[in-house]
């Protein structure tokens, strides 16, 4: 999931985000020097970033895990606090979910760092951020997909869409390539010969068989153009978050594995003990069932088991 850096800038700032905003009081009592200068010792390991003493050695984590997010996901932070109720404690981890509105700040925090992981994007994603950056990221392997459907106001089928329709797809390129993958395998356009499917651009159709028009929306906008368009074409948990109903997701297949969502850390960190930590509670085999399975109202539907292809 997620758009490039150059358009995925999104201004929401999530309630949960806590950057040095919190504010404490210390109550010092007037009593002996020597308790005084343990309480501004433990104040300053805790402000400063020392350690805690559940960290582990030669660790730059302790056993609480924070975990970036993108913001508006509330399917991600479903998925975040299921880890943390039902497997991170059999780890002995708590994990603490940090929705991040922006997507340079996210994976710069993470490559730094300042969190342990992300879970907001997939391969392709990822290797356009690493591309304009330089940032040091590295993916730990997939942990869910992202259920990506074309929704419609207008038609309820696909097959409705006259020629000369509008469709509006999201503007960054892997997520653009994905939906003209999805209408490549609902029979709708063909690509060049040679196209990857993963990497296809609107110049990239030999053959637009439906006859769309296709029009380019920022990332989370989908809900808000529908009624302008005639579909659009983006992540399934955009529209529930807007209210959108069911009954206006109009074609839904299956996504493919190559835009599943991944575990990223910076790649400094790959050889941290808490960091194999982290992939036990990530990989663990309870994860992938319960996403198959789970009636969660914030996962169903939006985030489903790495398939198999």
């Known amino acids: 999931m997620s758009s490039s850096t150059d358009t995925t800038a999104r201004n929401a700032q999530p309630d ?3 950057l040095g905003s919190s504010r404490r009081r210390w109550l010092i009592p007037a009593i002996t020097g020597a308790i005084v200068v343990a309480v501004v010792a433990v104040v300053a390991v805790r402000f400063l970033g020392g350690s805690d003493e559940k960290a582990v050695a030669g660790s730059a984590f302790s056993n609480d895990f924070s975990i970036a997010y993108e913001a508006d996901s509330g399917s991600e932070r479903a998925f975040l606090e299921y880890l943390d109720q039902e497997i991170a404690p059999d ?3 708590s994990i603490e979910p940090v929705g991040i509105g922006d997507g340079n700040q996210l994976d710069q925090a993470t490559a730094d760092g300042k969190y342990i992981a992300n879970i907001y994007q997939h391969k392709h994603w990822l290797s356009q951020v690493v591309d304009k ?3 040091d990221l590295k993916a730990l392997g997939p942990v869910f997909q992202w259920s990506y459907s074309v929704y419609s106001q ?3 089928d696909l097959d409705q869409i006259p020629s000369g329709g509008t469709i509006a797809l999201l503007n960054d390129p892997a ?5 003209l993958w999805l209408l490549e395998r609902a029979g709708k356009l063909t690509f060049k ?3 990857d499917p993963w990497e296809a651009t609107v110049d990239d159709i030999d053959q637009n068989t439906g006859g769309y028009k296709f029009t380019f929306i920022d990332y989370g ?3 808000r153009v529908l009624p302008e368009v005639d579909a659009v ?3 399934n948990m955009q529209f529930i978050s807007a209210g959108v109903p069911d009954s206006e997701k109009i074609y839904a297949p299956p996504a493919p594995l190559e835009f599943a969502g991944q575990l990223v850390v910076g790649g400094e960190y790959l050889d941290d003990p808490q960091v194999a930590k982290l992939q036990k509670i990530f990989f663990d085999p309870r994860v992938q069932k319960y996403l198959a399975t789970t009636d969660n109202p914030d996962l169903k539907n939006q985030l489903s088991p790495v398939s198999d292809s």
């Open 16 to 18: 949960d985000i806590r």
């Open 91 to 93: 780890y002995g981890i």
């Open 133 to 135: 950056t330089g940032w």
């Open 154 to 156: 207008k038609y309820d």
């Open 175 to 179: 997520n653009t390539a994905q939906a």
């Open 193 to 195: 010969d040679g196209v």
């Open 221 to 223: 906008a989908g809900p």
């Open 233 to 235: 074409i983006a992540y």
